[in-house]
Each structure stands twice: as C-alpha cells, then as structure tokens.
C-alpha cells in the first residue's frame, strides 16, 4: 500500500476523479496533511465517512521515526528510522536569512567518493517520496516553524533516484503543500550527465549544484570514481547545456583535502575549469570521521586557495562550519548505529 505522501496534487485530483469524486477533494486532502498537520485520516472532518474509507483501503499515512538527535548551536542533526529499520540523516542549520534542512535521497550511497562517510555503506535502497517530504515536515513540527530552505546534499546521490526526487520538489514546492520556494531549494549531484540534461527541462526553478572537489580528471579520477563515467568534459559540456536551457547559475561545491586538492596549482586549475562558467564556489572545509583518512585543510591554506579564485575574479565563499562536535559529516551518525 503506497504512502499518502507520495503523491502530488495532481495525481490525488486524478485518484478522486478515478473513484467518482470531485478533484476539489485531493486539495481538501493536501490541506489536512501539510496544513492541519494531521496524523491520521479519521481527523478529516470535511471528507465523508466512505471517503475516509477509500482512502484507509487505499493508501498508509504511516510516518518515519525520529530515534535521535544531536545538537549544538545553530545546527541540529536528526536519524530517522524507516519503516524496514534502515536509517538516513537530515540536519537543521539555522542561517541569518532562516533555517535550512539537509535532506537525504538513498539509504546508503553507490557513488564511492573517498572522502565521504554515506559512500563508506553501499546503497541499500532509493528513499521514496513521502521518506524526503516527512523529514522536513517532521522537523518543522519538532520546531513549530517553517523551514524556508531546503538542500538535498544528504546521504545518497539525489539524481540516482531521479523520480522519487521530482515528485519530492512537486509537493514541497506547492502553495497549498510545504509552500517553500523553488529558488530555496537545491539539488547536488556528483555529476551523473544524463540526469544533469534530463534536469535541464524541470520546469521549476531549483537550483543546480555540483560535486566538484578536484580541478582535473587526475585527482578527480583518484577520489570520485564516477569521473571514470563521466569525466569532467563530459560534465561541463552537460552543464553548459543546462545553462542553455534555463539561464541559471551552477553551485561548484569543493572540498578541501589536505595535500590532495588543495595547493595553489590546484586553485589556479580550478579558476581555468570554470573561467567561462556563469557559476560560483563554494569552498567546504572537510569535516573528518574516524573511518577515512583525509585530513581538513588548515585555515591559512584555504584561505590562500580562495584568495587565488577571488584574484582570477572567480565568485567563490567558503562555507560556514557547521556541526563540528556532533558527528555532522554526511553519514556519519547513520554509520554509528549501524556500527553498534
């Protein structure tokens, strides 16, 4: 039985229209599940008592599980269970301009990057929709706010479960759904170049992140293997399609590994890869764990490394740190329990 948060308005409309009612209904629907926040169909005074029944017969409203929670100032990081006892992270980051919920897409991750803890545990399974949607509006109820920005850089490659994810921008994107605007989400993808074209017709405006971390198909090779897929021609010439197609700017997201990426022959690489590209940096210090071995690059290193892209007039900032002392690295607190 699938889910109730699976599905976007649209395909609720056409649900009720299928069972001899009126598609006025599906918004009914949406509107006790994202505005009244209820947990189950029987709080649905306005639906009649054989509706409530088409719709227990037909879809669960089963949520995942908060099953812990570490916390420090300004960030909040959250392990959801699921329904099969596999668990995925989303993290909370309170910013100037609001808060902020990274969201995970895959119970574990096939893309192997060296560096990253969620690659560590091999894929297990796509998260399906309603898995995305209910970590936001979990975590909005724990707050009892809004959350106005969304980023799917969680566990998993988001464009590896490519469907699930659309339907996910559909609902939490609609007015009468999460209402969150679509210019305050983004989406990070290693660089799978069939997805990044397919995402160049998505009608909505979600911003285009990109996983980086290397300025040549050399290093990239050594620490992301899917380089070996798609090398970096192969993804720039996608990205430039992209561009092409809806006028956006693209996020480059690198990460700092000590004397693995992080020289001044690296930045100026990096500002030739990028010269021509409507694009800006955004430089990651790394956030180690106690399974892999690289190492965070020092502060005056990577300041030297943004002072070189800044000086070749690249746009480039460096990420606040977030979640230094609660296990905040991608996967990490996922790897904990599953390591117990």
């Given at each position: 039985?699938?889910?109730?948060?699976?599905?976007?308005?649209?395909?609720?409309?056409?649900?009720?229209?299928?069972?001899?009612?009126?598609?006025?209904?599906?918004?009914?629907?949406?509107?006790?599940?994202?505005?009244?926040?209820?947990?189950?169909?029987?709080?649905?005074?306005?639906?009649?008592?054989?509706?409530?029944?088409?719709?227990?017969?037909?879809?669960?409203?089963?949520?995942?599980?908060?099953?812990?929670?570490?916390?420090?100032?300004?960030?909040?990081?959250?392990?959801?269970?699921?329904?099969?006892?596999?668990?995925?992270?989303?993290?909370?980051?309170?910013?100037?301009?609001?808060?902020?919920?990274?969201?995970?897409?895959?119970?574990?991750?096939?893309?192997?990057?060296?560096?990253?803890?969620?690659?560590?545990?091999?894929?297990?399974?796509?998260?399906?929709?309603?898995?995305m949607v209910l970590q936001i509006l979990m975590i909005e109820?724990?707050?009892?706010?809004?959350?106005?920005?969304?980023?799917?850089?969680?566990?998993?490659?988001?464009?590896?479960?490519?469907?699930?994810?659309?339907?996910?921008?559909?609902?939490?994107?609609?007015?009468?759904?999460?209402?969150?605007?679509?210019?305050?989400?983004?989406?990070?993808?290693?660089?799978?170049?069939?997805?990044?074209?397919?995402?160049?017709?998505?009608?909505?405006?979600?911003?285009?992140?990109?996983?980086?971390?290397?300025?040549?198909?050399?290093?990239?090779?050594?620490?992301?293997?899917?380089?070996?897929?798609?090398?970096?021609?192969?993804?720039?010439?996608?990205?430039?399609?992209?561009?092409?197609?809806?006028?956006?700017?693209?996020?480059?997201?690198?990460?700092?590994?000590?004397?693995?990426?992080?020289?001044?022959?690296?930045?100026?690489?990096?500002?030739?890869?990028?010269?021509?590209?409507?694009?800006?940096?955004?430089?990651?210090?790394?956030?180690?764990?106690?399974?892999?071995?690289?190492?965070?690059?020092?502060?005056?290193?990577?300041?030297?490394?943004?002072?070189?892209?800044?000086?070749?007039?690249?746009?480039?900032?460096?990420?606040?740190?977030?979640?230094?002392?609660?296990?905040?690295?991608?996967?990490?607190?996922?790897?904990?329990?599953?390591?117990?």
């Open positions: 039985m699938q889910n109730i948060y699976n599905y976007t308005l649209d395909e609720l409309e056409e649900f009720f229209l299928a069972n001899g009612s009126k598609k006025f209904h599906a918004l009914q629907l949406f509107l006790w599940l994202y505005d009244k926040r209820v947990k189950t169909f029987d709080e649905m005074s306005n639906l009649s008592h054989d509706m409530i029944q088409l719709l227990k017969s037909s879809f669960s409203i089963d949520r995942i599980q908060i099953v812990d929670k570490q916390e420090e100032e300004d960030v909040c990081k959250y392990l959801f269970e699921l329904y099969d006892g596999e668990h995925v992270e989303a993290v909370l980051m309170k910013h100037d301009y609001g808060k902020s919920v990274c969201v995970s897409s895959q119970v574990g991750c096939n893309m192997g990057c060296r560096f990253c803890e969620s690659g560590r545990r091999k894929k297990v399974r796509n998260l399906e929709t309603y898995e109820e724990l707050l009892g706010e809004r959350i106005s920005h969304v980023v799917v850089m969680g566990i998993g490659e988001p464009f590896d479960n490519y469907q699930n994810l659309i339907h996910f921008f559909q609902i939490i994107n609609h007015p009468k759904g999460l209402a969150i605007g679509a210019r305050h989400i983004t989406v990070s993808t290693c660089g799978l170049v069939p997805k990044i074209l397919e995402f160049s017709d998505f009608p909505l405006q979600v911003n285009l992140a990109v996983s980086l971390h290397a300025p040549n198909n050399e290093i990239r090779n050594q620490i992301m293997p899917i380089n070996k897929v798609y090398p970096l021609e192969e993804v720039f010439d996608a990205l430039k399609y992209y561009f092409q197609k809806t006028n956006r700017r693209i996020t480059f997201e690198y990460i700092l590994l000590k004397g693995i990426n992080d020289s001044e022959e690296n930045a100026i690489q990096l500002s030739n890869l990028v010269k021509d590209m409507n694009c800006y940096i955004n430089l990651i210090p790394y956030n180690e764990t106690n399974n892999i071995d690289f190492k965070r690059t020092n502060t005056i290193q990577i300041m030297k490394f943004y002072d070189i892209l800044k000086k070749n007039h690249i746009n480039v900032t460096i990420r606040r740190e977030f979640g230094g002392n609660i296990n905040a690295a991608c996967g990490q607190l996922r790897s904990i329990k599953e390591d117990l």
